[in-house]
Nanobody, 133 residues
Framework: EVQLQASGGGVVPAGGSLRLSCVAS????????IVWFRQAPGKEREGVAY????????YYSDAAKGRFTVSGDNAEATVYLQMNSLKPEDTAIYYC??????????????????????????WGQGTQVTVSS
């Protein structure tokens, strides 16, 4: 059974940092791409950071670029999202999601097309990130 377990959320002041983890029981791990999404109250779920486990290539949304770093440990089947310089507008539930890499377009296109979450079959349960002003 495929499972993704996200953790690491919390409450931090603006300017602070958090590191999220996503442990994924998917096999073979390096055939999958994992994307961190987030959803704030009243807003659509949006992609934040992308990592293709096969070659560790990454991509970021404009909101995340320069502040967030996604990385992966294939041996541990775990993906991390290091978030620095957090802002109140980063407050959201953060989800990790996985899809087979061959099923996805390039990340530049993936982050532009509508209904991106529907491309991902496997989802973690979400972890709340709250950034206080």
């Amino acid at each position: 059974e495929v499972q993704l377990q996200a953790s690491g959320g919390g409450v931090v002041p603006a300017g602070g940092s958090l590191r999220l983890s996503c442990v994924a029981s998917i096999f073979p791990f390096d055939h999958y791409t994992i994307v961190w999404f987030r959803q704030a109250p009243g807003k659509e779920r949006e992609g934040v950071a992308y990592i293709k486990n096969g070659d560790h290539s990454t991509y970021y949304s404009d909101a995340a670029k320069g502040r967030f770093t996604v990385s992966g440990d294939n041996a541990e089947a775990t993906v991390y999202l290091q978030m620095n310089s957090l802002k109140p507008e980063d407050t959201a539930i953060y989800y990790c999601a996985a899809a087979e890499s061959i099923s996805l377009p390039t990340p530049r296109l993936l982050f532009k097309i509508p209904n991106v979450p529907r491309r991902f079959k496997y989802w973690g349960q979400g972890t709340q990130v709250t950034v206080s002003s």
